[in-house]
Nanobody, 126 residues
Framework: QVQLVESGGGLVQAGDSLRLSCAAS????????VGWFRQAPGKDREFVAA????????YYADSVKGRFTISRDNAKNTLYLQMNSLKPEDTAVYYC???????????????????WGQGTQVTVSS
């Protein structure tokens, strides 16, 4: 079972940048498509970004497109989310997740992901 540990969250001002990292416990990480999701208080968990197993395909929510960049380093078993031009509405707990499905498809649905990290808080002040 893959364990995922996020880091890099914090309190920043609007317009600032943050880089989240997600370290995986196993080399099997490179066999999974992975993604970032977020959940604000009182709201459902929502898709932010996802990346295919080898990193060749990336997907973004419209709300973050052009501001966030997802990437992965399979040699380091690590997933990243570079967040630029942060807005107060980006405030949430951010989770990384891995989908062990043996498929070329990359899902945007939280329920399709098998492994989750504990989350890291991102707070953007106005």
């Amino acid at each position: 079972q893959v364990q995922l540990v996020e880091s890099g969250g914090g309190l920043v001002q609007a317009g600032d940048s943050l880089r989240l990292s997600c370290a995986a416990s196993e080399r099997a990480f490179s066999s999974y498509s992975v993604g970032w999701f977020r959940q604000a208080p009182g709201k459902d968990r929502e898709f932010v970004a996802a990346i295919s197993r080898r990193g060749g395909r990336t997907y973004y929510a419209d709300s973050v497109k052009g501001r966030f960049t997802i990437s992965r380093d399979n040699a380091k078993n690590t997933l990243y989310l570079q967040m630029n031009s942060l807005k107060p509405e980006d405030t949430a707990v951010y989770y990384c997740a891995a989908d062990r499905t043996d498929s070329w498809m990359v899902s945007k649905v939280p329920g399709d992901y098998d492994y989750w990290g504990q989350g890291t808080q991102v707070t953007v002040s106005s």
